[in-house]
DNA sequence: GCTATGGATAGCCTAGCATCCCAATGCTA
C-alpha cells in the first residue's frame, strides 16, 4: 500500500484545506461535500492515480464523495501536480490554515479575522499576538479566549514534533520490507521506540545486517519522499522525509546484529542498568557485542546477550527500566498478550442512524464481520453510539432494537453458512453529566454486552469526574468503559479522575475497562493498564472502529497492553464468545 | 459539490456550550 508515496494523502490534505477556506467564507454545504471527499480518498486502499489511469473521470467519480467536479480536480492534480482553486484560495488568505485550527478555540471563522485584523499566518505570528494582549482587542475575542489560545499552543508545543504510532507504523512496516527485499540486506528490524511500541514516535533506527552498505545506503536515500540526507556513510545514513519525520539507518556486521538491535532498541534508561550490570561481571556492552576485554561473547542476537547477562530475555515492549530487569533476572517476567491471541472486537461503529461514507449501517454491519472473520475472530460487537451524541446520529431505543433485530437476521445467515462465527449486539451508550445513561434500562437489558463512556462535559472537577465514572460503573447493565480516561494524543489531556477510585469501584462492581486500540487515544495507557493488572481488574482491548479497515487498530491497542505487562489473563476477549460474555456483569 | 430521484432540482449531520456582549455566533462532540 506505501510502495510510492500515493497521491491520496496529499490530495485529502488539499481537499481538507478547500474545506476549511470555503467555511471561512461562509459558503454553503460545499465545505462538507469536500471535507468527505478528503476522508474518502485518505481511507480509500487504491491509489487514486491508478484509478484514474484505468478508467478516467468515469471511474473516479465512483469513489464515493467523488462526483464531476471533484474528479477533474483530481485529474487535474495528476496531471498539473497542483490545483488551481486552492492556489488561488491561498493567495487570497495566505494563512498555515490547519496549522492555526488545530488551536482549540480557533476555527475557520477566527482564522479569517485573525489575518484580516492582525495579519497572523502561522502559529509564532499567533503566540506573538497573543502574549502581547493584541487578540483580546479585536472583536468577538476576549481576554479569556487570548488565554486558551495560549494554552492550547503550550499543550501543542509539549507534544510536538513526535508523532503517532499509528501514523508512522504502516510507514515504517513497509520501508523494513522493502529492505528486507535488497539483495545485499541479510536482516532488517526497525528500532527505537518504534520497536518498544510507544505511543508516539520521535524518529526511527533502521538496522541492517549486510557487508555491502554501499547499496543499502543508496536504497535508503532514494526511498521516496525523502528531501534532505544530513549525512550519508558507510555505517550510518540520516534523512528527513517530507512530513519533518528523521530515520536513520545504521549498517553493522550480521555477528553483531543483535547487539546492535539492543542497543538502538533502548530505551536509554534501559541500556544504562544493562551496561552497569555488564560492568558488575566484568564485561562491557557496546552495539558491537558483549565483551570480555577484547573477546567477543555475543553479539549475534539479542537472546544471548541477556542470557549471558544473567537474566531472561526482556520484551523490547518492556524495555523502559519499570521493573523488567529485576523480574528478567528473578525469571518473573510476565508472559505477554499476543495480537494472535485475540478473538474478536467488541467495539465497533456501523453508523446505524447514519449514512457513512456512502455506505449504509447495514452493509457496514456485514463487512464489519467479514473483516473480523479475515482477522482469525470469531465474533465482533458492534457498539453504535446512543440517543445523546447527535452528531454521530446516536441511536434511541427504538433503532436499538431494530438493529438487535438485524443482527439475529445476519447472525442466522452465517450459521447456514456453518461457521461458528457471530454477531454481538451491544451499544456504546453515554455517561450523562449526572453519571446516569442515556438508554432505558430495560433496552440496555436486551443487549449482549453494554460500553458506556464520557463523551460531553469532560471539563469537570476531579471529584465530580470521578463519582460519575462510578456511578455509570455501579449500573448493573453496564458492562464495560469505554476509553476510560477521555485523553486525545496530541490533542487532549485526559480529563481529571481520581484513577485509583475508579479501580477499586471496578474491582466491587466487575466493570471492564477498555485499552481502546485507535491510535489517537490508546486508553488505558501502559501505566493505568499496568496500575489495573497489579489490582486484578480485567480489560478488554478494543479497536473502537469507525470503518471496517479500523479494526486493523487492534495491533497497537496489543501493543499498549503488551508495555503495560498484560497477559491473556488480563484481557478478556481472548477467550470465546460465551466464556468472555460470562466474564461480564 | 455530491447524491438522490421528478433528470433539473431539492436537500445536505445537530445541539449544547462558551464567549462575547447582552442576541448571536462559532466551536466542538
Known sequence: MYNKIMPNQSLSKIFHEIALYLEMQNVDFKPQAYEKAAQNLETLSEDVEDVYKKGGLEVLEEIPGIGKGLAEKIEEYIKTGKIKEYGELKKKTPVEIAELIAIEGVGPKAVRDLYKHLKIKNLEDLEKAAKTGKIRELPRFGVKSEQKILESIEFLKKSNNRFLLGDIFPRVRNIKNRLRELKSAEKVEACGSIR????????????????????????????????????KGATKTSVRTRNGFDMDIRVVPKESFGAGLQYFTG?????????????DKGLKLSEYGLFRGAKMLAGETEEE???????????????????????????????????????????????????????????????????????GYEYVGISDHTKFLHIEHGLDEKQLAEQRKYIDKLNSKFQIQNSKFKILRGCEANIMADGSIDIKDESLAKLDYVIAGVHSQMKMTKEKMTERIIKAMKNPHVDIISHPTGRILKQRDEYEIDFDKILTVAKETGAILEINANPYRLDLNDKNIRKAKEIGIKMIINSDAHQPEQMRFMEYGVSQARRGWAGKGDIINVWPADKMLSMLK
Open 196 to 231: 518498544r511500541q510507544k505511543e508516539t514516535i520521535g524518529d526511527v533506527d533502521f538496522l541492517v545486517a549486510s557487508d555491502n552498505p554501499k547499496e543499502i545506503m543508496d536504497f535508503f536515500v532514494s526511498l521516496p519522499g525523502v528531501v534532505k540526507v544530513w549525512g
Open 267 to 279: 530505551s536509554k534508561e534501559h541500556n544504562i542498568v544493562l551496561r552497569k550490570i555488564a560492568i
Open 305 to 375: 546477550i541477556y542470557h549471558l547477562l544473567g537474566m531472561d530475555y526482556i520484551e523490547p515492549e518492556l524495555r523502559e527500566n519499570q521493573g523488567e530487569i529485576e523480574a528478567a533476572i528473578k525469571s518473573k517476567l510476565p508472559e505477554l498478550i499476543e495480537l494472535s491471541d485475540i478473538k474478536g472486537d467488541l467495539h465497533c461503529h456501523s453508523h446505524w442512524g447514519a449514512d457513512a461514507y456512502g455506505r449504509t449501517g447495514k452493509k457496514i454491519i456485514e463487512e464489519m464481520a467479514k473483516e473480523a472473520i479475515a482477522l
